[in-house]
Structure formats: C-alpha cells, structure tokens
C-alpha cells in the first residue's frame, strides 16, 4: 500500500512519517485490497495553552470507497494510534459490507414453480 504523509505548515521528522507508516502497514491485514492512503499531519496554535494538540486525517482509499478517520491528541503518536484502531474497525465494518451483501440475480430469486402456477 502507497502512504502518502503531508505535514500542514511545519516538516515531519523522518522518524514519525516511519512510525505512521509501520502504523498503518498493519491494517492492510485486514483488507488487503486497500489501494493507497493519505495521512495529514496538522498543529493548533491555541492561543490559551502551552501545548499545541495535534491532529491527524488518515484518509484510506478501496474499490468503490474511501474511509477517513480524523483524531487529535497531545502527540502525533498517540493521535495515530487512536486513529489507527478506529481506522481497523472501519475497515473490518466495509468487509464485510462487501463481503456479505452478494448480489443474488432476480432471476435466481423468483421460484420456477410460481411461475408455473400463474399460468
């Protein structure tokens, strides 16, 4: 899976565009048709507190779909961790909205015999 990681007005440290990439590496176990990701890294400057919340947006794209996640935390590491259990759960909920909703064809729906009775 391709990740791409943007950092909004300031540059990530290699170090954690790795640790979100290991990250997200581990929920392509449970979709593996998941065709590539965008993460957004972004800091509040609030005026009133010393620390700045930081925020991240993962947004992961599969067939037909995309799945977005957006979280926030005192640190981009504990934002992407929780992102990232939300994101698995995410993801398990749309396989199995695709898995289990086959497409029965009309044709095989209607019973032969009903129409028999009708003439």
Do not use: C, W
């Amino acid at each position: 899976m391709n990740i791409l990681v943007n950092a909004v007005g300031f540059t990530a440290d290699l170090s954690l565009v790795d640790f979100i990439k290991r990250k997200l590496q581990k929920v392509e176990k449970f979709y593996g048709r998941i065709v590539d990701g965008e993460v957004y890294l972004k800091l509040d400057k609030g005026d009133s507190s010393r620390f700045q919340k930081k925020y991240i947006e993962i947004k992961l794209n599969v067939p037909g779909n995309s799945i977005i996640v957006k979280e926030s935390g005192t640190t981009f590491e504990e934002a992407t961790d929780i992102a990232v259990e939300v994101l698995s759960r995410q993801v398990k909920r749309h396989k199995q909205k695709t898995n289990g909703s086959k497409h029965v064809p009309v044709a095989d729906v209607i019973d032969p015999a009903f129409e028999e009775d009708e003439n």
